[in-house]
């Protein structure tokens, strides 16, 4: 059984944010970090920076608070989505994300002393493979301040984006032998979606020409058929096809693969010549 992949077209939503704050002699600004598109992997695109100015030889420390998501913190911060669904991510200081920064002072703060010119400091996000959360946007609101001299404060925003998607996975379906009974026979098509992602699940009529969602064909010696069905339930009365809503199995993701059943019947009394019959049908999920 050949199976088609549903493919969602992309777009990236975010943009910079940055505000400042200003002291007697040190000034603080930062920009936003968008954390592009997340699709369950492991994300370690975007990096933001927060930039100071101090007076020369004045030595201070940057920290980073936890944000705004309930329950996070500086280890585990939380970007809020849809329904108050979080994506949690970590920011770092350096490139191999091993050094987390936070706001414990000198702990995981960046310490550094001033030129007298505007030093930037990158900040390097992760976001952990394996999250099943809901399509849609989602935002954080992160607070840097300076430490160890007249203590200004900034913040800047935290974005990623989730787009629904869905995968399939399909396996043959054996009737075995048929020797003129009634022959019925199942196998599963296998949906992974994003979760809260509603789909529905098509058969096609199959390659054998002139067959269609209601009298598919298998192909044999000499171009010989053998009819049979694909249905939606196990009495066989509901013909699995494409139109949506009408004939096509549905549901809702849950991030996990969703195991569908179909329903194949070859009916009694259908002849031909004696051989091995084949026919491949197309799976698509829409979404």
Known sequence: MRVTIGLAVLMLFGGVATAMAQGSNCTFNATGLNLGTYTGALLTSGVGSVTATCPAGSAFQIGLNAGTGAGATTTTRLATGPASATLSYQMFQSTGRTVNWG?????????????GSAQVFSIFPKVAAGQNVAPGTYV???????????????TFTVTATIMPSCTLTANPLDFGDYAGLALAGTTTVSVTCTNTTAWNLGLDAGQSAGATT????????????LAYGLFLDSAHTQQWGLTLSMNTASGTGNGLAQPITVYGLIPEGVFGTPGFYVDTITATVSY
């Open 103 to 115: 706001n414990n002072a000198g702990v995981d703060t960046v310490s550094a002393t001033s030129t």
């Open 140 to 154: 954080d609101t992160v607070t840097a301040a300076i430490t160890g001299f007249n203590n200004p404060t900034t």
């Open 214 to 225: 209601t009298t598919r064909q298998m192909t044999g010696p000499g171009g010989a058929t």
